[in-house]
C-alpha cells in the first residue's frame, strides 16, 4: 500500500507567536517551527499501516506545502520512517488559503501518482495553527475520492479501510475501499520517537521540491491575492487580568457558586 | 529572555543529525523520565529492567558503537544524548554508560566474534543488562591491586575474589569482570547465571539513588575458555573502557547543572523577596551569570573534545580535562542553585539537590577529580605523583 501523508510546518506553540502587521499572515521570521503535532499522528498512522502489511511493497511519502524551513516538517516524518519527501516551495504561495492550500496539494498528489500510484492519503485532525480542519476534505473533493474524516482507530484489509469515528453522542465505524483521504485524530495511535537508525537514515532519504511550475498551477490561484477570506484586522490578546478575591465572610460558598454561576461555568 | 546555553549559540555548532538525536532523547525525558524521576530517587528503585527496553528502542544503548545491531552515531550525538539523560537524573545516565560504554564497549573493542554475537545485539536492545567490575572494596583509584583472581583449570578459569561499587550489578544478564591471572589483568565475559555469583544492592546511598549499585562475589564461579576477552591485555583494557564512558560524562554533567540552573532562573523569576522578585537583585544576577559562564564554557569545551574524538584524535589526559573540570563546576553550579531556592532547594519537588547529591558520585567514579588532576599532571611535568 502506497500512502501520501501531508504534514503542515508551523509555528511553535511553546513559542511567541505574532501576526505580520502589514499583512496579517503569521510572522515566521524569528520564530521556531515544527511539524504540527497532530500530523505525528498521520505519519504513524502510515508507517503502521505500511508495516502491517507485510510482503507487500508499501512507500509513506510525506508531503508539505510551505516556505523554506517547512523542510523541518519533511525532515523529522522521514526520522520518523517515512521513505521519501515533497516540498511545495514557490514565493507566490505565501498567504495562502485553505482552498489553495489543497489545491496546490492535490497537484502534488496527483504528480506523485502519476509516478507510482497511491491507496491512501491521510492527514492529521486539524493543523495547530489554522485549524480549522478542512484541508483534508477539500482534498478530497479536489482529487475525486472518498473521505473519511477523524478516525480513531483504522484497520485496512486487502483495499478496504475501516475507520472508527467518535462522536460526541455515538461510535460509528465506517467501511471505505482506497483510493481514499483520511484524516486522523490524536487517539489513532501514540506517535514513535524517531529512532537513532531512523534519524541517520533520514540523511539519505530522497526529497523532492516543487515549485509552482512543477505542478502547473497559475500563480493567480494562490497566495494572498487570491484568498477566498480575508484577515482585516488583528491584536493580541489583552494580558489576562488579576482574579477576582473573594474573603470568606462566612457567604464564601455561596459568593463562589454566584461567580461560577455569574460565568456560566454552572 | 534567553535560555543559557543559548547566549552561547551552541545550537550553531551542531548538525541536523546532532540535534535530531538531541531532541529525540530530550523528549523521551520529558515523556518517560521526567514525570517518574522524584519518585524512584525517593524510593531507592528504578524499574531498570523496563526502561532499558525503551532505552534501547529509541536507540541509546551503545548508540556511538558500529554493527550488531548499534546506531553508530558519531561522538558527538554520543555526548548530547548524554546530557540530555543527565539532566533528567545522573543515575538513569549511569545505566546508559556503564552499557554502553563500559559493557558493551569492553566486548566490542575487546571481544571475540563469537561474544559480540552473542551479546551485542541483545544488549543493544535493551533485552540483556551489562555491568563492569572493576573496583573492589580496597582497590579504587588503584584498580591494579586487585585481588579478584582467575586461575587455569584445564582448559576453563575459575574466578574466586569480589567487586564493589558495581552500576547495574544485580540487575545485570552479563559482567564483563576484571581479575588477576598469571599473565596479568586479563577480562572475562561472566552471564550472571553462572553457579558461584551472586550480587548484592547496596543501600542506605544518599546520592544516584535511581540507579543500581552492587557487590559482586564469585565463589570459585567455572568458566569456559571462551569468556575470556582475547584482546585486552594488562591494565590498559579496562582503561580504555572508562576512557570511552568519561567522555559521556564530560558532557553529562553538564546536562545536570543545566536543569539547575533552568529551574533556578524560573523559580527566581517567581519567587518575591523584599517586595519584588529575586531575579531582580544585583546578587542573583551575579550568581546567574556566573554560573551561566561555566556552563557554556563546558559545553564548548565538550563539543571540541566531542570533535577531537570524531577526528579520531583525542587523547585520554584530554579527557581527564573535560571530566575535572566538567564535575567540578557542575557541582559548584548545583550547590549555588540551591542557595537561591534556599529552603525549597532541599526538597524533592525541585530537582537541585537531587543533582547536587547525584554528582557527588560522578565526582568520584571513572576516577575521582584528584586522579585526574594527578593525569593532566603527569602530562604537564613529565611526573607520575600517583604513588
Ligand atoms: C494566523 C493565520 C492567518 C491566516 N490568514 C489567512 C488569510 O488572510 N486569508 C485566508 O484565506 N486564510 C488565512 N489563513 C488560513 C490558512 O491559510 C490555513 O491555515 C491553511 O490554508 C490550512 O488550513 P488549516 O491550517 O486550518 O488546516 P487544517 O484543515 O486544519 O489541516 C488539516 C490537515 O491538512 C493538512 N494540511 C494543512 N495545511 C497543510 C500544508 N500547508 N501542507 C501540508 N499539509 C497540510 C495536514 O495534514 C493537516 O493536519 C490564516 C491562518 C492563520 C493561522
Ligand atoms: C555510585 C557509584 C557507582 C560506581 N559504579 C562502578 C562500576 O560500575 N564499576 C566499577 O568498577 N566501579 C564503580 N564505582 C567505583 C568508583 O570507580 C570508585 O569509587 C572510584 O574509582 C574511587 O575509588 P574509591 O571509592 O575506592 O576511592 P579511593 O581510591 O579510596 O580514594 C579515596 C580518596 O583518595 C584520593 N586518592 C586516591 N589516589 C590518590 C593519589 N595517588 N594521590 C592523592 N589522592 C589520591 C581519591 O581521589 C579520593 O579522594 C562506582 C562508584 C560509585 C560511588
Known sequence: ?266 | MTAPLDLFAIDGLLDDEERGIRDTVRRFCDDRIRPEIAGWFEDASVPARELSVELGRVGLLGMHLHGYGCAGTNAVSYGLACVELEAADSGIRSLVSVQGSLAMFAIWRYGSDEQKEEWLPQMARGEAIGCFGLTEADYGSDPGGMRTRAKRDGDDWVLSGSKMWITNGSVADVAVVWARTDDGIRGFVVPTDSAGFSATEIDHKMSLRASVTSGLSFEDLRLPASALLPEARGLSGPLGCLSEARFGIVFGALGAARDCLETTIAYAGERQVFGKPLTAYQLTQAKLADMTLELGKGMLLALHLGRLKDAGTLRPEQVSLGKLNNVREAIAIARECRTILAASGITLDYPVMRHANNLESVLTYEGTSEVHQLVIGQALTGESAFR
Open chain 1, 1 to 266: 500500500m502506497n500512502i501520501v501523508v501531508c504534514v503542515k510546518y508551523v509555528p511553535d506553540a511553546t513559542g511567541d507567536r505574532r501576526f505580520n502587521d502589514a499583512d496579517h499572515t503569521v510572522d515566521r521570521v524569528g520564530v521556531d517551527g515544527l511539524l504540527s503535532e497532530l500530523d505525528e499522528y498521520a505519519v504513524e498512522e502510515a508507517l503502521k499501516i505500511v508495516e502491517a502489511s507485510d510482503g507487500s511493497e508499501g512507500e509513506v511519502t510525506v508531503l508539505t506545502v510551505g516556505p523554506e524551513q517547512a523542510a523541518d516538517a519533511i525532515r523529522k516524518s522521514l526520522q520518523m520512517g517515512a521513505h521519501k519527501g515533497v516540498h511545495v516551495l514557490d514565493d507566490a504561495i505565501h498567504g495562502s488559503d485553505a482552498a489553495a492550500t489543497s489545491l496546490l496539494l492535490a497537484e502534488a498528489i496527483k504528480k506523485v501518482g502519476a509516478e507510482s500510484a497511491w491507496d491512501l492519503v491521510i492527514c492529521g485532525m486539524a493543523s495547530t495553527d489554522g485549524s480549522m480542519s478542512v484541508v483534508p476534505a477539500m482534498l478530497a473533493e479536489r482529487l475525486g475520492v472518498a473521505q473519511v474524516t477523524f478516525g480513531s482507530e483504522i484497520s485496512v484489509t486487502g483495499d478496504m479501510v475501516s475507520i472508527r469515528r467518535d462522536g460526541d453522542t455515538a461510535t460509528e465505524t465506517v467501511e471505505a475501499s482506497t483510493p481514499l483521504v483520511l484524516s486522523v485524530t490524536d487517539q489513532s495511535n501514540e506517535p514513535r520517537y524517531p529512532s537513532f537508525k531512523g534519524i541517520m537514515a533520514a540523511k539519505k532519504k530522497p526529497v523532492e521540491t516543487w515549485s509552482l511550475a512543477d505542478l502547473g498551477v497559475p500563480a493567480e490561484q494562490v497566495g494572498l491575492a487570491a484568498a477566498w477570506t480575508k484577515v482585516d484586522a488583528s491584536a493580541a490578546r489583552p494580558p489576562r487580568e488579576a482574579g477576582t478575591i473573594v474573603t470568606d465572610e462566612g457567604d464564601g460558598a455561596a459568593r463562589l457558586v454566584e461567580f461560577l454561576a455569574g460565568q456560566k461555568f454552572i
